[in-house]
């Protein structure tokens, strides 16, 4: 039973998740979580460099806490490490490469 008191706007919930079931690709999710061993199973990078990639801007991240707690969790933008990926393979090709000059 939904009551006044509640904080989510349940009116507009049809049309969020279609506005957010739009953001996806397919069957693909438009967020991800780092894998706790091994690789991620959509782009089959590991947790390390998913976090590495989003430290340096490369990919989005975001971290979601309730207010006053110290855990979270952290979801990478799929899409985002896809589009990576890509320019890393451009670049390749192009012959320049990601690497920060000191």
């Known amino acids: ?17 279609a506005e957010l079931a739009s953001d996806r690709d397919g069957n693909l999710p ?4 780092a894998p706790k061993r091994g690789h991620e199973f959509y782009s089959g990078c590991s947790r390390p460099k998913l976090y590495e990639w989003a430290a340096k801007g490369f990919i989005r991240s975001v971290s979601i806490r309730e207010p006053g707690r110290i855990k979270g969790v952290r979801l990478f933008h799929l ?3 896809f589009a990576f990926i890509e320019r890393c393979e451009a670049g390749a090709f192009t012959g320049e490469t990601n690497q920060q000059t000191s």
Request: glycine content about 0%.
């Open 1 to 17: 039973m939904v009551t006044a008191k509640t904080p989510y706007n349940l009116k507009n919930a049809p049309s969020r998740a």
């Open 30 to 33: 438009v967020w991800v979580r």
């Open 79 to 81: 899409a985002s490490i």
